[in-house]
């Protein structure tokens, strides 16, 4: 059981979705 690098993939990925909309 992981939590952290479950919550760290998931910041990453919503963290390039939001710069994926931003450009």
Same mark, same amino acid.
């Given at each position: !059981?992981? *939590?952290? !690098?479950?919550? /760290? !993939?998931?910041? $990453? *990925? @919503? /963290? $390039? /979705?939001? @710069?994926?909309?931003?450009?």
């Amino acid at each position: !059981m992981n *939590s952290w !690098m479950d919550l /760290a !993939m998931r910041v $990453q *990925s @919503i /963290a $390039q /979705a939001g @710069i994926d909309d931003h450009t």
